[in-house]
């Protein structure tokens, strides 16, 4: 019950957040272009351009060592079962809250299509994906028993919520964090699990890509 809760108020949080101010990297001011914008885009919620560039730099970078990254402002991932990697792009920057003793930290949300999520309607949440870190991030490492760590996964099931469980790992690593104006970048794989049932995902070879307001 507290996840549902609190999956409400981020999924509220994001929405709000952005009918207001829309993604940082963004210079259009009008509310509805923004929205519109986000409702509007296709499965997979990336351009081609965000596309070739990304298949251009995983094609650079095979059979080298370094680390593959997500296209700017997108989340990347592949789930157990499904076929071929989920994209998501950035609904809003790494946004600080301090709401309640249980979200405190900073906030991202990712999102393949909004145009049939109703706030108030956990139903209608379908490829979403949100994280909360601590206030205090710098560089490492978070699990499934970290404080003020959340992660959360709507997938192709309406309103069914992946989220963490202290019975199944999962780990979470900001390689990178610029702070206010910055960047936050990193990598996540683990199980989720939805409460109260025995259905579980394994999330691999995530990584993403955010502002940081």
Not at 11 to 31: A, H, M, N, Q, R
Not at 91 to 113: H, W
Not at 137 to 163: A, D, H, I, R, W
Request: aromatic share 10%.
């Amino acid at each position: 019950m507290k996840k549902a809760i609190i999956a409400v108020a981020m999924l509220g949080l994001f929405v709000f957040v952005y009918f207001l101010c829309g993604d940082s990297e963004k210079t259009d001011g009008s509310k509805t272009t923004l929205m519109t914008s986000t409702a509007g885009s296709r499965e997979g919620a990336s351009s081609p351009d965000d596309e070739e560039q990304a298949s251009g730099s995983d094609e650079e970078k095979e059979g080298q060592e370094e680390v593959k990254r997500a296209a700017e402002n997108t989340v990347t991932f592949t789930v157990r079962g499904e076929s071929g990697a989920t994209t998501f792009k950035s609904v809003n920057p790494f946004i600080k809250i301090a709401r309640t003793s249980d979200m405190t930290g900073y906030v991202a949300n990712f999102a393949g299509d909004m145009s049939g999520i109703k706030v108030a309607d956990q139903s209608t949440y379908t490829r979403v994906l949100s994280m909360l870190i601590p206030a205090d991030v710098t560089p490492g490492t978070y699990n499934e028993k970290s404080s003020n760590f959340m992660f959360q996964y709507f997938g192709t099931e309406n309103g069914v919520m992946y989220s963490l469980d202290v019975n199944y790992p999962f780990t979470l690593t900001i390689d990178e964090w610029g702070g206010p104006g910055g960047r936050a970048r990193g990598s996540f794989s683990g199980e989720l699990k939805v409460e109260g049932s025995n259905s579980v995902i394994l999330i691999q070879d995530g990584r993403f890509d955010a502002g940081i307001q």
